[in-house]
């Protein structure tokens, strides 16, 4: 637990000024580098082995970031698929508990999402610093209370076969904790949109919580067909970096397309 915590707090060190102080280049190139490292767990959760496949693997996903950053129509599409993938066929993937392990479809799928997560990161900081720290917020804070709630509350099972510490009284409580995160949001002026109601708040916060429920067990998902505690071990206490990021993978280009509809 102590090494969990000072891992914690040694990120957060790292991260908060960086998203605020780095120039537009510094933070495109720490963006890069949590998308590298990410699809390295990527590539072997989905079977790959050794270092040239996983380094050939994420030189593909780099190759895919810039084709997305450079061509605005390639960003809409991947924001559109990824979107999809996310709030239908996720959750069908996770209903039939589908294997991901050495699956030509899960490899061509974090082609996708990654490079969807790393264009999302660099719009909405663009956007503003403070917009794109609360947005990922919404994944701490429906993820800290649901933990708690869980471990007070916890009695029924929210998907036993593949993350069985999870329970519905902690999503709930973790989204309560979001409902009320996005009140505060709100009252502090960050909205993704200014025009943006309270209510309309509420329910995109609420929203993006739990699509990053849903992205949060199917990386548990990928980590159990491929027979793995964590996706790796760059983080003390914490696993890898998809460990980390889990949630956000569906949170920042769901972000990203209410920006870019709601702006049209």
Not at 5 to 23: C, G, K
Not at 144 to 162: E, M, Q, V, W
Not at 164 to 186: H, M, N, Q, S
Request: proline share 4%; net charge positive; glycine share 8%.
């Amino acid at each position: 637990m102590i090494t969990r915590i000072v891992t914690a707090i040694v990120v957060l060190l790292i991260f908060l000024p960086a998203t605020f102080l780095l120039p537009s280049a510094g933070w495109i190139s720490l963006a890069l580098l949590l998308t590298v490292a990410a699809a390295i767990e990527w590539a072997r959760l989905t079977g790959l082995v050794g270092v040239i496949p996983t380094a050939t693997y994420a030189g593909l996903v780099v190759i895919c970031a810039f084709v997305v950053t450079t061509f605005p129509m390639a960003k809409i599409v991947i924001y559109v698929f990824a979107s999809i993938f996310w709030l239908l066929i996720a959750p069908y993937l996770l209903f039939k508990h589908a294997d991901t392990h050495k699956s030509i479809w899960s490899k061509l799928l974090g082609l996708i999402l990654l490079p969807a997560v790393f264009e999302a990161l660099v719009e909405l900081r663009e956007m503003s610093a403070s917009i794109l720290l609360a947005i990922m917020a919404v994944a701490w804070v429906s993820d800290s209370l649901a933990y708690f709630t869980g471990r007070a509350f916890g009695r029924h099972k929210l998907a036993p076969l593949i993350s069985p510490g999870k329970t519905w009284e902690g999503a709930v409580g973790g989204l309560i904790g979001v409902a009320i995160y996005a009140i505060l949001c709100f009252s502090l002026g960050w909205k993704l949109m200014s025009f943006m109601n309270l209510s309309q708040m509420i329910l995109l916060w609420l929203a993006l919580a739990v699509a990053g429920i849903v992205g949060d067990l199917f990386e548990s998902l990928m980590k159990r067909s491929a027979g793995v505690k964590d996706s790796g071990n760059v983080l003390p206490g914490h696993g890898g970096v998809l460990d980390r990021v889990d949630a956000l993978l569906p949170i920042m280009p769901l972000a990203a397309i209410v920006h870019q509809y709601m702006a049209a």
